[in-house]
């Protein structure tokens, strides 16, 4: 029972901290900038969906999307994930190589 109770804190940990970077990161077409919103030293926000030595942000948030609707049966956390895939999708029918791990979580069941 401990260790049921410490997985769904974990969950929730989880969900809350997914709910920040909804709020801080997500673009409205769908992904994730690399940077958070109001900074006033930025340009131009980007938001990179190649992977190299550290899988980009939006890589990440994909697994993260794929398990939190795997763990809680929200469907939308699915529905962002579903988001996040259509706006990449010309980046991973061009340069799927350089989105090893975002095709990684296209790619595994949910």
Known sequence: MIQALLALREVDEAARLAAQVEQRFAAPQGGYFDS??????????????GDGAMPSGS??????????AQHTGNPAYTERLNR???????????????????????QSPS
């Not at 958070?36 to 969906?49: A, E, I, K, Q």
């Not at 890589?59 to 939190?68: D, F, I």
């Open 36 to 49: 958070t919103t109001g900074d006033p030293h930025l340009l131009v926000r980007v938001r990179s969906l």
């Open 84 to 106: 996040l895939l259509a706006a990449s999708s010309i980046v991973l029918s061009q340069t799927n190589l350089q989105a090893v791990w975002l095709l990684d979580a296209a």
């Open 59 to 68: 890589s990440v948030m994909a697994h993260n999307l794929r398990l939190l």
